[in-house]
């Protein structure tokens, strides 16, 4: 299960969890959705680029001016995600991943995505499938090591625990997909989108997913591919634009697509170290100016409230977050023996340490489970004025592992900030006489002739002419905002 996975996973996780057993109306979409949108933002993340998220927003609210009687105050964001996707929330929260942004070729395209969701929300197709599921969980710790440390501070395991061990949403059905993609089209169309962009952004959608040198990462899960690319789907689409076109006064044209991929430059693909970003078994914050080392072959998960890594028998894990309301390692300590007395467990002892060179404290609690011992290990510490807490939970044959990873926890080094690297789109113009395969090796392009031919929506051997603007991946150093 990929990072990008997890994060979505988790989110859905919560979505479901809202909407259990809930009547549904517009009022209840709106609550829904506002609450659901909160979670979002802090589980996986907005992308940082205000004159982006305006630009897609804008765009969004053109395509819903077309609604009539229209019950729901639209917001269009974009998704911290590298994964092509796009959905929505009841009460019209709709979103796209960036990794979208960078598959599309003009405005119309993404008008046509944004009518596709929008048309998800107004047909109130979410609160149709709110079916739960259950998918495998990388949490699969022993019971009495959830037991023990659920009933005193379950915030602590909640986020990771329920996000890959709790439920995910079903996808749509095929008819509301169609019905999403036929009305879709027309709110483009007569909001001056040309309607033939949805065909062409799903053809080379479906092109995306099949390449052999699409990282793992960018590749739709299966569970959230609510979109899947089908020739029938692409005909129908192309045949639906065909009928818009006659019928609507006058017809919409295609946009410039120079002046939309120009405004792409920048774009981060891949993953954004940003948020942190792991090099290895090593993680980094740029942000923040942390670090620390998992076990080499242990997964991870990163979220912006917290990163989660994990053993590969799932019998150990370390979560490391910022809880709020603590100004120090001692009174967070001192909170948690409170919860603990009220809960009349018998408090441990707190211990001092410093972990490299930063003060920390640890209360360590410890149950039999059969032949082993599991333990939930909390270490609070003090860094740049901000107090972590790292929360490892084990059995006793991965103590050591679990506690290397807290021990190893340090100030970003000059040399570790100047390592993280960001893979970011970037525009090439065509000089005279050059192919495809020419602009990649002159710009160092990370993507190879075919995807990006199929980013581009361009023949791999089909001539350029000169002064075209090409999307090309650029690996560069990572510089902090």
């Known amino acids: 299960m990929n990072q990008s996975l997890r994060k979505l996973t988790f989110f859905w996780a919560m979505l479901a969890a809202l909407i259990c057993g809930c009547a549904h109306s517009p009022e209840w979409d709106r609550k829904v959705g506002a609450e659901a949108s909160k979670n979002l933002e802090a589980n996986v993340g907005l992308y940082d680029d205000p004159k982006l998220t305006a630009y897609v927003n804008d765009i969004g609210q053109k395509v819903v001016s077309q609604v009539s009687n229209r019950q729901y105050d639209f917001q269009f964001h974009i ?87 709790g439920l995910f949403l079903a996808g749509y059905s095929r008819d509301q997909e169609r019905e999403a993609d036929r009305t879709g089209q027309e709110l483009a169309a007569r909001a001056g989108f040309d309607p033939h962009a ?111 890594t994990v053993s590969p028998k799932q019998d150990a894990a370390v979560l490391v977050d910022s809880p709020s309301g603590v100004n120090s390692p001692d009174q967070a300590a001192e909170q948690f023996i409170a919860e603990l007395k009220r809960e009349n467990v018998t408090a441990p002892p707190v211990e001092s340490l410093t972990i490299g060179d930063l003060p920390a404290r640890r209360v360590t609690l410890t149950q039999q489970d059969g032949g082993t011992v599991d333990y939930v290990e909390i270490t609070w510490l003090q860094h740049r004025n901000v107090t972590y807490r790292l929360l490892a939970i084990t059995t006793s044959s991965n103590l050591a592992a679990v506690r290397g990873v807290v021990e190893s926890f340090h100030d970003l080094t000059p040399t570790e900030r100047a390592s993280i690297k960001v893979t970011r789109l970037r525009i090439a113009q065509v000089l005279p006489g050059e192919t495809l395969a020419d602009v990649s090796r002159r710009m160092d392009n990370q993507w190879d002739v075919k995807t990006t031919a199929v980013m581009n929506g361009v023949n791999e051997n089909a001539p350029l002419r000169s002064g075209q603007r090409i999307k090309v991946a650029q690996t560069e150093a990572y510089v902090s905002p």
């Not at 993404?110 to 709110?130: D, F, P, Y």
């Not at 495998?136 to 710790?141: E, K, Q, T, V």
């Not at 299966?222 to 634009?241: C, G, K, L, N, Y």
């Not at 774009?267 to 970003?277: C, E, H, K, S, W």
């Open 79 to 165: 998704i911290d995600q590298p994964v092509a996707n796009a959905f929505s929330l009841p009460g019209g929260y709709v979103y796209v991943t960036r990794g979208l942004l960078a598959l599309t070729d003009s405005p119309d395209e993404l008008a046509c995505v944004l009518g596709h969701e929008t048309t998800h929300v107004i047909k109130r197709h979410a609160a149709q499938r709110m079916e739960a599921a259950e998918v495998p969980g990388i949490f699969a710790l022993p019971g009495a090591v959830v037991g023990t440390i659920s009933p005193i501070a379950g915030d602590l395991l909640a986020a990771p625990a329920q996000g890959v061990g």
């Open 198 to 308: 949805l065909s062409e952004f799903l053809d080379r959608l479906g092109q995306f997913e099949t390449l052999d040198s699409n990282p793992g990462d960018q590749r739709i899960p299966s569970i959230f591919q609510t979109h899947p690319q089908t020739p029938e789907r692409v005909a129908a689409t192309r045949q639906r634009a065909d009928e818009l076109e006659a019928t609507i006064v006058p017809p919409p044209l295609p946009h410039d697509r120079d002046p939309y991929v120009a405004m792409l430059d920048g774009l981060v693909l891949r993953d954004n170290p940003a948020a942190g970003i792991f090099v290895g078994d090593l993680f980094m914050d740029p942000t923040l100016g942390f670090a620390f080392t998992a076990p080499h072959g242990w997964s991870d998960v990163n979220m912006p409230i917290a990163v989660v």
